[in-house]
């Protein structure tokens, strides 16, 4: 099971870290953990990804230079820094985790089969 936290209400310009811990088992089993984000009305679109083995990691362009993804395995937790958070930006969060995820599919929602509960992002303007 992944665990989404660290969501909340802010201001444009301002900064979250979200945090996405594995519980009852490590990321090791996942290829890629990523993650998504689903906007009122809209379809779940690809945040980030950062694939385990080798720590290679990609960004939507709409957050590239703002938002990086990080883990920590000593904790079991793979973070989102976000900042410089934008009103565009708000949505649910989802990390999820990819045990078959091939790299040429690893921004597409579907190549995952492990989600977390998401976590409330919202940017007011």
């Known amino acids: 099971q992944l665990q989404a936290s660290g969501g909340g209400l802010v201001q444009a310009g301002a900064s979250l870290r979200l945090s996405c811990v594995a519980s009852g088992h490590t990321f090791n089993r996942y290829r890629f953990v990523g993650w998504f984000r689903q906007a009122p009305g809209k379809d779940r679109e690809f945040v980030s990804h950062i694939r385990w083995s080798g720590g290679y990691t990609t960004y939507a362009d709409s957050v590239k230079g703002r938002f990086t993804i990080s883990r920590d395995n000593a904790r079991n937790t793979v973070y989102l820094q976000m900042n410089s958070l934008k009103p565009e930006d708000t949505a649910v969060y989802y990390c999820?985790?990819?045990?078959?995820?091939?790299?040429?599919?690893?921004?597409?929602?579907?190549?995952?089969?492990?989600w977390g509960q998401g976590t409330q992002v919202t940017v007011s303007s």
């Open positions: 999820a985790g990819g045990s078959r995820t091939i790299l040429s599919a690893a921004t597409e929602a579907s190549a995952y089969d492990q």
